[in-house]
C-alpha cells in the first residue's frame, strides 16, 4: 500500500476497481491497514474492500478468486493525517513491504508491486534503508541485484541509486558496472526473446574526454566493464557521453541504459515516460514491481492521483510471472 498518508491508498483502491471490470489481467492483494482503506474509499466515494484477511491467513491467498487485503497491523491511527511526513507512517510501510516480501519468499503470491513510500518518513522510523530496492535486496539475500526503470519508449539501470552526487564515483568499480549490465542485458533478452542492445553511459560530461574531465573514470573502470561484457557474448555500446546517449534516434535503437547514477536516468525516464514507467528490481528470487512517484503528499487523499504507473507496474509483474507458452 505504500505510505498511508501519500497516494497509494487510493491508486490501490483504483486498481481494485479496475481488476473487477477486467482492465488489470491480475488478482491484487493490498498488504496495508485495512481501516485506513476504508476511510480512504469513504472520503473519496471509492469502493471499500470488501475481503480482508489476517496475516495468518495468508495460505488463503492460494484459492483467492478475487481482490482482498491482507490487514497489517501497526499504523498508530490516533496520529495519523494524511498529506503528512511522520515516524508513524514511516514504520507501517515498512511493515506493510515486509509483509509482502514475506508472502512472495513463501509462495502466497506471484509477484509484489509495491506503491509509492516516503524515504523521511521510513528515516523518521530508523528504518536503515533509503528506499524499496536496497530493502528487498536484503530480504532476499540478494548478491547481485540492481534498479530497473523500464517503459516501452526507454528503459534505464543503475550503478549506483539512493546516494549523493560526491558518492558517486567512489562507489563505482568495474565488477559493480559488469554486474548491471549483464543483469539489464539478461532481463531484457529474457522479456523480449532476442539478445538486447546496452548502451553504456559515461559518468563525465563528453564521456570524460579521453580524460579531460573527471577522474579517468571511463578509462579505467566503464571501458574495461565494457569489454568484458563483449568478451561473454553481450551487445554492449559505450561509454556514450549522457547528454546525447537519449536522442530518438537512439532509444529507437536501445532496449536498456546502464546509467551511472539516479539522476542520469530517472529525469530522461520521467521526462519521456512519467506515467507508464515501473521500477523493478533486477537479481532477486521473487518478482518485484513498482511505480515510478512519489508519495504525493500535496495531493494526497484528494482524488487527484493517476493510477496509470501503478497498472502499468501491475501489469509488468503479470508480464513477468507468466511462463512463455512454448507454442507461440
Not at 505504500?2 to 488478482?27: K, N, Y
Not at 474492500?49 to 491467513?57: S, V
Not at 510501510?93 to 509482502?100: D, G, K, M, P, V
Not at 500535496?298 to 509488468?316: C, E, H, T, Y
Request: some cysteine; proline content about 7%; hydrophobic content about 40%.
Amino acid at each position: 500500500m505504500g505510505d498511508p498518508a501519500g497516494v497509494g491508498p487510493e491508486i490501490c483502491l483504483q486498481a481494485f476497481e479496475a481488476s473487477r471490470d477486467d482492465t488489470l489481467p491480475c488478482i491484487p492483494v493490498i498488504f496495508g491497514d485495512a481501516e485506513v482503506l476504508s476511510q480512504c474509499a469513504h472520503q473519496l466515494g471509492l469502493k471499500a474492500p470488501h475481503h480482508t484477511l489476517e496475516e495468518a491467513e495468508l495460505p488463503q491467498l492460494n484459492d483467492l478468486r478475487g481482490p482482498a487485503v491482507v490487514h497489517v497491523p501497526g499504523l498508530d491511527q490516533g496520529t495519523f493525517s494524511p498529506g503528512r511526513v511522520s515516524a508513524n507512517t514511516g514504520a507501517a510501510s515498512y511493515q506493510f513491504i515486509n509483509r509482502a516480501i514475506d508472502a512472495a519468499l513463501e509462495g502466497h503470491v506471484e509477484a509484489v508491486t509495491t506503491a509509492p513510500i516516503h524515504k523521511e518518513a521510513l528515516h523518521q522510523a530508523g528504518v536503515p534503508f533509503p528506499g524499496h530496492t536496497e530493502l528487498f535486496a536484503h530480504r532476499a539475500g540478494s548478491k547481485k541485484w540492481c534498479m530497473m526503470q523500464y517503459s516501452e519508449e526507454i528503459t534505464c539501470s543503475f550503478v549506483t541509486v539512493h546516494v549523493g552526487y560526491a558518492e558517486v564515483p567512489g562507489l563505482l568499480t568495474q565488477e559493480r558496472i559488469l554486474e548491471v549490465i549483464e543483469l539489464s542485458a539478461t532481463h531484457l533478452s529474457r522479456l523480449h526473446g532476442r539478445r538486447a542492445k546496452v548502451v553504456v553511459c559515461g559518468l563525465n560530461p563528453h564521456a570524460g574526454e579521453h580524460g579531460l574531465f573527471g577522474n579517468r573514470e571511463e578509462e579505467t573502470l566503464i571501458i574495461p566493464a565494457i569489454e568484458a561484457a563483449r568478451a561473454a557474448g553481450w551487445d554492449v555500446e559505450g561509454p556514450l557521453p549522457p547528454d546525447t546517449a537519449f536522442l530518438a534516434r537512439k532509444r529507437t535503437t536501445t532496449d536498456v541504459y546502464v546509467c551511472m547514477y539516479h539522476d542520469q536516468g530517472h529525469i530522461p525516464v520521467k521526462a519521456l515516460a512519467f506515467d507508464s514507467a515501473v521500477n523493478t528490481t533486477l537479481g532477486l528470487p521473487i518478482i518485484r514491481t513498482s511505480v515510478d512517484h512519489g508519495t504525493a503528499l500535496d495531493i494526497a487523499w484528494q482524488g487527484q492521483a493517476s493510477p496509470a504507473s501503478l497498472f502499468s507496474a501491475l501489469r509488468l509483474a503479470t508480464r513477468l510471472a507468466t511462463p512463455p507458452n512454448p507454442t507461440e
